[in-house]
């Protein structure tokens, strides 16, 4: 290729090529991240374009432009120019942010494919939304004058638009489970994601279909990790779920959970896919290519072993953990998946009606607190209801942080006998269920549990002591609550659906989570009460509501004690026992929505991927 005279200094490092767009004759030019830009060829004396203009250069260049309008509402982006912003002529047609790749149409035929941002009121999440969705574009058919040409241009502008600086394409998984949400998850998947990565974008997409629950885990614990460069999950919630306890129970756990992690929407809730700003499937495949990833912060969570010399189980969880209300709508709406995320609000006035409370056990350790750290329990012990992440006085019977000297927990009487082999009779706790950290399966260690001696009564005292009291089984700065309530959740990033920012303080990688329980919605006026702390919830205004109770935790003891609910993690229904939770910091990177409002911190290397 040659290049124009008048295109040669301001496009220095750009690819260019000749071509002919609707009777105009022009040069396409890219730059290095696969933004097109075109400059008109001068016109032969006598020439015309296809349309009545008089065939000079200016005119044939605003023809061209209104051309390739037709078909996107391209805005120009001024700090996006490549070439000469004072001349309209040569502003880009498309920003390079925008373009996501190209494909042949003819052997010597070609156009661009690119995302324009939908309007906030055609979006599914609305203004609640963490990031703006986008829709597909393509440019008018560009025809360059040889085949060789237009294959060159199309691979540079996949380069420089999708493959984030590396001369051969992205290799990706997509694990698609075909039962998500209305089981129509394989087929938006085709039509909507995987044009845009094979066609356009030039990447190698490998597709695995799950055929059976569990199978997810299975795929990711088996994968190998040099020949994949990022996961992609087509479904819910669940389907990620699974696929995490199979990439950080591996043996190099510490190497698959650098594996960028893409959440494609395709189950009921989706709301991984809606806080990282994947809002539906065409938002996903845009943000796929561009490829932006954030740390995120997933929890450990662990369960006494089921018989006795087992070991503990440990799972992972980085959306939520539920019980009560927000576990039974989920449940008890599982027949009518058909509905979508519509079935999560009947299971919702179905639970409001009912009114009903559940009892459990929680004890925590709070977000500002470190239990071995002498300036915290300082802090801790010089006030009570203030450390607490909440706004709201504690609920009657939580226990506040002891007032005695920092002592670290191994010291106390019952985490010591613990530490000597037999906590449960130690501590007068019921069950005897507990956690030794030389027993728990590998994985990313767990700081805060080492803290607690090794070893971890699981059963929570049934009668929690005055707040003012340390209660002998559990460390300093721990809380304890055993009212009943109605739901209790700990959520870690904003969204669990479309219309429910039920976390809207939730960051992706905040190093803690957020605990939330609601009680004392009973009666005619409690009901009441609890519609309207739904309506607020789409939003999230349902935090600064009397019932919402809030507090950042790290670590935790969780015991179920009802039979009438049941205990999920992110979506997915776990054996009624005792958790233990520890939150583990950024530990997993996934991707988000270049545009994304919540998480400006996010690792934006593209290089990441590489
Ligand atoms: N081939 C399959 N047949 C039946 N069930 C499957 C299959 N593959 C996966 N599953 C199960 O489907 C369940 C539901 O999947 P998923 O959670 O992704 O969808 P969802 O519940 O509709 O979405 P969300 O969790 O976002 O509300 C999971 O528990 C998973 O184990």
Known sequence: MSAPDELQDPLLGAD??????????ATLVVDAEGGISYAPLKPRPGSRACCACCGCGKCQA?????QVRIEGSWKPHRQQAVVNAADPAHAPLVPGCKVVG???????TFRVWYYTQRSRSKARSGAAAAAPAFKLRKTLPFVCSSGTEAQALVQRVRQGASWHGRGKPLRLLAIINPSSGRGKSAKLFQKQVAPVLEDAAGMTLSRMVTQHAGHASELTRQLSLAAVDMLVFVGGDGTVFEGLQGLLSRPDWDA?????????????????????GLQDAATAAFCICKGVVSPMDVASVLQAPAEPGGSPRRMYSMLMATYGLMSNLDVGTEHLRWMGDTRFLLGLLREIVKSRSYQASIAWLPAEEDCCSSTSAAACSSSSSSSSSSSKPPVQGAAAPPSGPPELPGSNGCA?????????????A??????????????????????????????????????????PCLPPHWRLQQQPLQMWALFNPPFVAADFKVNPQGRLSSGHMDMMWVQGLTGLAGRLKALEVQVKAQQGGHVSEDCVTLNKVRAMVFEPQDSSTCLMLDGEVVPAAPIYLEVHQGLIRVLINPAHRVEPAADRSRQQLA
């Open 416 to 428: 010591a006998a613990a530490a000597g082999g037999s906590s449960a009779a130690a501590a007068g």
């Open 256 to 276: 698959a959970r650098l594996l960028p992690i893409a959440h494609v929407p395709g189950g009921s809730g989706n709301g991984l896919a809606h806080s990282c």
């Open 62 to 66: 605003q023809h061209l432009q209104q």
């Open 16 to 25: 260019f090529v000749n071509i002919t767009c609707h009777g105009v004759r």
């Open 102 to 108: 190209a494909a042949l149409e003819s052997p010597n």
């Open 430 to 471: 019921q069950q005897g269920a507990s956690i030794s950290l030389q027993d728990v399966p590998p994985g990313p260690d767990l700081p805060l549990l080492s803290q607690l001696g090794g070893q971890l009564p699981l059963s929570l005292p049934r009668q929690p002591r005055p707040c003012s009291q340390p209660h």
